[in-house]
């Protein structure tokens, strides 16, 4: 009788511990559904389309019941496809807050009071989840919330950049980042197979250095025996036209004072007039350009090629299983970061055409999107 009483005492101590470290499933205080924020850097058509993708996946993994959110036509704020979702998702496991967006508006806004609203807002304990789209806003909510589960997505390097610690360890318990390893470095070797070039440039903003894998671009191109020339240039949140002069003074010196014969354009600000500006001046002096990010609004507004991201389904999924982990109570630190998708490439054909480039036929297997002309 005393064995079988120890052996219950022994397996009742071993059933409490193991509830102990059970997962506690992510809820608000009374029990409802957890509650969601949005925070943005700004307007971006991407955006867009990420959370479009996001809640498609929600809606296959069942934890919403409408994810078919449509894309609001003639802008890229990302308020009226969140709102869509406040009103329509449905389903019991999380809810999007109708006035739960905060957005930094690209800096034509107060930095200081946007958090500011967001921190009092979350020492309310009104919400439980934050999304978080863009590397300034995903840089300041980072710096900012640590006790509160925060899916990150940004378009450039998340290890780079400096908003986690590695690609296997975002370096804080609340924080899960998407990492696709490489990715800049990628695309050059892919830019160089298809152009040959020798003398590469690429033009990004101040304050960007270690967005993009600079350090690893530069060492691949010594690699490739490729010189590698760059140019900052100051952005004007306030004034966009401002902003787009000075990306074109800069691509103009790397064309005109480091003579190269290929360019990387990141994602650049321009005003909704002059989107084909900089692809003109490209095209003009016969300038072949690889959009590295953003590729398919940048492709389809005149320059050259990129990486298709025009479907986003299989990235939102892998997200949307990020967020059903974090419902589940799983740590979004121990959930994987790594990402590695197969992507096809975008071109312009009206820009090949008056480059004078004929596309060779066995890249037309690697070609996922073209567009005829430019959309502008």
Known sequence: MKRILRFLCIALMLFSLQNAHALQPLRAPDGSAPRALLVVSG?????????????????QLQIIDNGNVPIPLGTEDVAPVWHWLAENAGGDQIRFLEDGIYDY????????????????RLKKKDAELIIVMGTPACRIAIANVTDIPMLTYASTNAVTSGLVKSAQDSGQDNVHALIEPNRF????KIFKEIFGFQRLGFAYMVGQEHQYELTAVSKTCQKMDVDFFTCTYAGDPKDLSKTLDRALACVTHLYETNEVDALILPHYNRPPTRKGDLPDYLIQHGIPTFSVSSSQDFVAEGLLMGLDNSNLNEQGMFEANVLKEMLRGVKPRNINQIYSPQRTLVVNLTTAMLLGWNIPFD?????GAVYKYHER
């Not at 991407?46 to 809640?55: H, P, S, T």
């Not at 470095?185 to 050059?188: E, F, K, N």
């Open 43 to 59: 307007d971006y058509s991407v955006y867009q389309k990420m959370l479009q993708a996001i809640a498609r996946g929600l809606d």
């Open 105 to 120: 508006q690209w800096g034509r806004v107060n930095e200081a009071e946007v958090t500011k609203s967001l921190l009092e």
């Open 185 to 188: 470095v990628r695309q050059v």
């Open 363 to 367: 890249l037309f297997s690697s070609i």
